[in-house]
């Protein structure tokens, strides 16, 4: 058997109505100033208000910190840092979506070791030791709850990453109450972008394992069967904790066995048009899907087999095909832009694009299949 290694949360609780007792965890972790990082709208919505009155019923002060901004730019993950340093934090709480919960672990590690940011992006290149971490997810799509990844946004427009195992927090906590009133259109961005963790770190070339292989299945399994329902009718706490798990999954599963291209031709959109993460990734998916097919023929047929029962004595060419045909329809039938052209991507801007997503050598030396100049501008191009 060929070797590997595999990391994760030490801690993983998926529990309805779990965030009302953030304050007994909290405690329970030796922590007395708690640092929130979350969202103006998640404060609008109240959607805090019961972790906080756990926090206060438990001893425990909190300070609020909402500015956390999409896709953050490095000046608000600082001015975070600031503001934990300026509280004397002594343990800080990621509540939110990927955004809320990136910039959370930079102000764990951050507020703790003072490192300059711009030297710590790429791999392992974090210095410990970081602050005590709990995140708690409010959508079903990043995985970043357990991910040892935080990108940021730089001043010019790039998507950066920092990843170390010192970002892994503490406890991850899976509350599905906190994502009944997600949106559709919210929803069915994340879900399409937790169905590329899982897609991507499946056929990834390096560091696929057994381990990340399973979780990566029973993600998609979860995901593709819950999406339409948590899209049309999201009142189901049920649908909404299968999204969840199925984030979870993929996060754990790409977190040892990295994404691609999807990921790579992504990046670049958001950090030119400033669009969500969850869209940038759908609206190059299927182009990627099909420009990877060849390749990974063998891994999309055992992909296609485990979401679709009547493939099941199908051989590996119909397998992949209907996999990437049944994809396909998903995305399709998602209540968003589906192309470049409607999402307000200039075509003048596509070689721009495609330059800059060959810069993101980390995701693409993931590809099952290899991209070059022409090929990522002809993936835009499909896409538009």
Do not use: W
Not at 48 to 71: E, M, N, P, R
Not at 343 to 365: C, E, I, S, T, Y
């Amino acid at each position: 058997m060929s070797q590997f290694s595999f990391e994760t949360a030490p801690r993983i609780i998926c529990e309805q109505g779990g965030a009302n007792r953030l304050g007994e965890i909290a405690k329970g972790m030796g922590i007395s100033r708690l640092f929130l990082v979350t969202d103006a709208g998640l404060i609008k919505a109240k959607l805090i208000d019961g972790a906080l009155a756990s926090l206060t019923a438990a001893g425990v002060a909190a300070t609020v910190f909402s500015d956390v901004l999409a896709d953050p730019p490095e000046l608000s993950v600082q001015a975070a840092v600031d503001a934990a340093r300026a509280a004397g934090a002594d343990g800080v709480l990621g509540f939110g979506g990927g955004s809320s919960l990136d910039t959370a672990k930079l102000v764990a590690l951050l507020a703790c070791t003072p490192q300059a940011l711009p030297d710590i992006y790429g791999i392992g290149l974090a210095r410990g030791p970081r602050l005590p971490l709990i995140q708690v997810p409010t959508t079903a799509g990043t995985g970043s709850e357990v991910t040892p990844i935080s990108i940021l946004t730089t001043p010019s427009h790039e998507k950066k990453g920092v990843v170390s195992p010192l970002l892994y927090p503490d406890v991850a906590l899976l509350d599905s109450r906190l994502t009944l009133g997600l949106p559709p259109t919210v929803t069915a961005m994340t879900g399409v972008d937790a169905m590329v963790h899982a897609i991507e770190s499946f056929s990834t070339r390096l560091k696929k394992n057994p381990l990340s292989d399973a979780l990566a299945i029973k993600a998609l399994q979860l995901l593709y069967a819950n999406l339409p329902a948590a899209v049309n009718d999201g009142k189901d706490p049920t649908v909404r904790e299968n999204m969840l798990l199925g984030s979870l999954f993929a996060g754990m599963a790409f977190a040892n066995a990295p994404v691609g291209a999807v990921h790579a031709l992504a990046y670049p959109l958001g950090g030119h048009y400033g669009l969500p993460h969850g869209l940038t990734n759908s609206l190059v998916f299927v182009a990627v899907l099909r420009f990877n097919l060849a390749a990974a023929q063998g891994l999309y047929a055992e992909l296609g087999r485990a979401i679709l029962p009547e493939l099941a004595a199908a051989g590996d060419s119909e397998a992949a095909a209907s996999f990437v045909a049944a994809i396909s329809a998903r995305v399709a039938a998602m209540p968003y832009a589906q192309s470049l052209r409607d999402a307000g991507v200039k075509q003048d801007d596509l070689p721009m694009l495609a330059r800059d997503a060959m810069n993101v050598q980390r995701l693409l030396v993931n590809n099952p299949r290899d991209v070059s100049f022409d090929d990522a501008l002809a993936m835009y191009q499909a896409a538009y």
